[in-house]
């Protein structure tokens, strides 16, 4: 299955922590996105990157937040210090055009 | 603010009878609109789209409606079939714009066997 892969699947950290995710994308995809998904709401978009330019990001990524995708490869979210509130599903997609395909995300719990 | 908005958490039917998923919109940017399934512990996955020169787009089963002077678009399942028991997140994109989707709430649909 050549579908994206997200590691890790669980990440329960305490808070102040500093924790990092992984995203590998289809490989022919040029486009990568992060989503967040907290209970009861919808996909909410963080950031995107075209091949290895990060383009646009959404005023939910705070300091805290930084993502990379080196060579346009795999990407990297990273949040640094740790607060409950970042306790989320954390989704990553990647595309060449539409429809963009999900991965089946990393559940973050921040105790 | 909610720019695509799906005011129906929850929804339930019975096997073989249809299923209609209701989805609205604010921004009149929007060109593009996608509907996604998702099930438990999984990453959504793209069910059909819909351009909005269009007014209908099938695929199988499944069936969406669009209309534009409404800013309204809505998924018919028909036959409803105990498998698709799932979220449904109804999704738009501006497409001369910005590069994100953009996601309603999801209802929840329950298909009784």
């Known amino acids: 299955d050549t579908g994206v892969s997200q590691n890790p699947r669980h990440k329960i950290t305490k808070r102040g922590q500093n924790v990092t995710f992984r995203c590998d994308p289809i490989?022919?995809?040029?486009?990568l996105y992060w989503y967040r998904q907290t209970l009861g709401q919808g996909p909410e978009f963080l950031t995107y990157?075209?091949?290895?330019?990060?383009?646009?990001k959404s005023r939910l990524l705070s300091d805290r937040f930084s993502a990379e995708r080196p060579k346009g490869s795999f990407s990297t979210l990273e949040i640094q210090r740790t607060e409950q509130g970042d306790s989320a599903m954390y989704l990553c997609?990647?595309?060449?055009?539409?429809?963009?395909?999900f991965g089946n995300g990393t559940r973050l719990t921040v105790t | 603010d909610q720019q695509v908005k799906q005011n129906s958490p929850s929804l339930s039917v019975q096997e073989g009878r249809i299923s209609i998923l209701n989805c609205d919109y604010t921004?009149?940017?929007?060109?593009?609109f996608l509907w996604y399934k998702k099930y438990p512990a999984e990453g959504p996955t793209f069910l059909i789209s819909?351009?909005?020169?269009?007014d209908k787009n099938e695929d199988g089963r499944f069936t969406v409606f669009l209309n534009k002077s409404a800013k309204h678009l809505s998924l018919h399942i028909v036959p409803s079939q105990p498998g698709d028991s799932a979220v449904y997140f109804c999704?738009?994109?501006?497409?001369?714009?910005?590069?994100?989707?953009?996601f309603g709430k999801g209802t929840k649909l329950t298909v009784n066997p």
């Open positions: 490989s022919e995809h040029n486009r």
């Open positions: 997609a990647s595309s060449f055009g539409s429809p963009l395909h």
């Open positions: 921004n009149s940017m929007f060109d593009y």
């Open positions: 990157f075209q091949n290895e330019a990060q383009l646009e």
């Open positions: 819909i351009s909005s020169i269009k």
């Open positions: 999704a738009a994109i501006d497409q001369g714009g910005s590069e994100k989707l953009v």
